[in-house]
Nanobody, 121 residues
């Protein structure tokens, strides 16, 4: 009923940039926090960046000076601008949103399908 659709992943050389997008669709009353996670082969999934409904952001230390998370509430979309990419950024990136379908509902977590980001050396 609620879907998160991601785009923007791909192959890029070290030092390059990518911009990931994640649009939520379906029955949506409101969206609270949204975040980007990543999972590299053989590694646990980690939270990369998060943003509250009011626009407050947080980042994992390894990306703090290189990545920027933002959102467009009118479009129910969250973005991740990734600059100065490094090979260690290579992972599948997942979008997550805390979505309230109706005024009568509580929030529930929804995940995107994941998009591959590969950074070559």
């Amino acid at each position: 009923q609620v879907q998160l659709v991601e785009s923007g992943g791909g192959l890029v050389q070290a030092g390059g940039s990518l911009r990931l997008s994640c649009a939520a669709s379906g029955k949506i009353f409101s969206i609270n926090a949204m975040g980007w996670y990543r999972q590299a082969p053989g590694k646990q999934r980690e939270l990369v960046a998060s943003i509250t409904s009011g626009g407050s952001t947080d980042y994992v230390d390894s990306v703090k000076d290189r990545f920027t998370i933002s959102r467009d509430n009118a479009k129910n979309t969250v973005y991740l601008q990734m600059n100065s990419l490094k090979p260690e950024d290579t992972a599948v990136y997942y979008c997550r949103g805390d979505v309230r379908p109706t005024i009568f509902s509580g929030f529930n977590n929804y995940w995107g399908q994941g998009t591959q980001v590969t950074v070559s050396s």
